[in-house]
C-alpha cells in the first residue's frame, strides 16, 4: 500500500532553534517525494521536491530510501516558517499519478 | 499563481441540496484532480481527470460526481450534500511528467453543509 505518515500533528520551536519535520512512506519501487507548505487559509505551495535536490527558504530534504523517510529539515528556525507542512508521495496507479499526502504537522515557530 | 481559480471561494448551503463547485485552469494541463482538507486527515483524493471526458475516482468518492468537458474546467457536484461534506476543497492540476509531475493547487473552496 502506498502510505504517507507524519507523526508530529504539531511541532512547536524558538526562532533560531532547528527544525525537523519527520515524514515516512510506505511504497514499492522509486517514489517521487515532495514537501508542501500552506500559510494560514492559503494554497497549498511546492516547498521541495527530492529528485530537485535543492534548498528552498532555507529548508533542505534528502530521500533515506533505507529508512523509507524523507524528513524536511532547517538549521534555524524563522517566525515566518510557522506553517502547516505536507510531505507527500507520487503514486501510480490507474491512468494517471496521483499525491498522497500526509496528515500535515503544523510548525509554530516561537519568538 | 499556476493560473487556477476556484468558485466559489465560500458558500453555505443546506443538507440535500446539489452544490456544485467548479475548477478553471489556464495552463492547459492535462491532469486535475479534486482534494478535500480535514483536520486530521490532509488532503484526500476525491476524483481526478486525465484528460477531457476522461475521470476516474480517487479514495473518498463516494457522494461526489465530477465531469470535464472541455480541457480547462473541472467540475465538482455534490448531489445532495451532507454535513460530512463540510470540508475546504482544493483543484489542483498537473501537466504530468514532462513538467516534472509538480501538481500545482488552487486557492481552495470553503464549504458549509448546515
Known amino acids: 500500500a502506498q502510505r504517507v505518515t507524519q507523526p508530529e500533528k504539531l511541532l512547536s520551536v524558538f526562532k533560531g532553534a532547528p527544525v525537523e519535520l519527520k515524514c515516512n512512506y510506505s511504497?514499492?519501487?522509486?517514489?517521487?517525494l515532495f514537501w508542501y507548505v500552506q500559510y494560514s487559509r492559503q494554497r497549498l505551495q511546492l516547498l521541495l521536491r527530492?529528485?530537485s535536490r535543492e534548498s528552498i527558504k532555507g529548508f533542505t530534504a534528502d530521500l533515506n530510501k533505507g529508512e523509507t523517510s524523507f524528513h524536511l529539515k532547517k538549521p534555524f528556525a524563522q517566525e515566518e516558517d510557522s506553517a502547516m507542512y505536507y510531505c507527500a508521495l507520487m503514486g501510480y496507479g490507474g491512468a494517471t499519478n496521483k499525491l498522497i499526502f500526509g496528515t500535515g504537522t503544523l510548525l509554530a515557530v516561537q519568538p | 499563481d499556476a493560473g487556477i481559480t476556484q468558485s466559489p471561494r465560500h458558500k453555505v448551503t443546506e443538507t440535500g441540496t446539489p452544490v456544485t463547485l467548479r475548477c478553471h485552469q489556464t495552463?492547459?494541463?492535462?491532469?486535475m484532480y479534486w482534494y478535500r482538507q480535514d483536520p486530521g486527515h490532509g488532503l484526500r483524493l476525491i476524483h481526478y481527470s486525465y484528460g477531457v471526458k476522461d475521470t476516474d475516482k480517487g479514495e473518498v468518492s463516494d457522494g461526489y460526481s465530477v465531469s470535464r468537458s472541455k480541457t480547462e474546467d473541472f467540475l465538482l457536484t455534490l448531489e445532495s450534500a451532507t454535513s460530512s461534506q463540510t470540508s475546504v476543497y482544493f483543484c489542483a492540476i498537473s501537466g504530468g511528467q514532462g513538467f516534472g509531475n509538480t501538481i500545482y493547487f488552487g486557492e481552495g473552496s470553503w464549504l458549509t453543509v448546515v
Open positions: 511504497y514499492s519501487g522509486s517514489p517521487e
Open positions: 527530492h529528485i
Open positions: 495552463e492547459n494541463h492535462r491532469y
